[in-house]
C-alpha cells in the first residue's frame, strides 16, 4: 500500500504562482512515474503533467505548457508541481497519482496510476 499526500494548495490572484508538492510513503513500493491530475466543479478530471521516474521524462497538457513545471526528488519519493502565471481557469482540485507497476498505457490517462492523493485545492482570482 502506497500513501500519497499533497500539500501546497491556497488561494492566489491570478498572474501569481504555487507549487504544489506530493510525498509517496509505504512499504517495499517502487515508483515507476507520478502525475498530476485537476478536477474542478462539475467538469471531470483532467490530466495536468507527469514524469517518468528513472529518466524524467516529462509530459503536459496543452493547456499548462509553458506554465507548470513537474519535477521529482527521487530520494525523498516526493514530486512536484510549479505553477506561474495561474489563470482562473486553473482553479481546480489538483491530485497527485503514483504508477508502482510496469504499464503500457498512456500516462495521460488516469487509469494508468495505482495509488491517488486526497486532492489540494487550488484557487485563482482573477
Known amino acids: 500500500q502506497v500513501q500519497l499526500v499533497e500539500s501546497g494548495g491556497g488561494l492566489v490572484q491570478a498572474g501569481g504562482s504555487l507549487r504544489l508538492s506530493c510525498a509517496a510513503s509505504?512499504?517495499?513500493?517502487?515508483?515507476?512515474?507520478m502525475g498530476w491530475f485537476r478536477q474542478a466543479p462539475g467538469k471531470e478530471r483532467e490530466f495536468v503533467a507527469s514524469?517518468?521516474?528513472?529518466?524524467?521524462?516529462?509530459y503536459y497538457a496543452d493547456s499548462v505548457k509553458c506554465r507548470f513545471t513537474i519535477s521529482r526528488d527521487s530520494f525523498k519519493n516526493t514530486v512536484y508541481l510549479q505553477m506561474n502565471s495561474l489563470k482562473p481557469e486553473d482553479t481546480a482540485v489538483y491530485y497527485c497519482?503514483?504508477?508502482?507497476?510496469?504499464?503500457?498505457?498512456?500516462?495521460?490517462?488516469?487509469?494508468?496510476?495505482?495509488?491517488w492523493g486526497q486532492g489540494t485545492q487550488v484557487t485563482v482570482s482573477s
Open positions: 514524469i517518468s521516474w528513472s529518466v524524467g521524462n516529462t
Open positions: 497519482a503514483a504508477r508502482t507497476k510496469t504499464s503500457a498505457i498512456s500516462l495521460a490517462w488516469a487509469g494508468g496510476y495505482d495509488y
Open positions: 509505504g512499504r517495499a513500493f517502487r515508483i515507476y512515474a
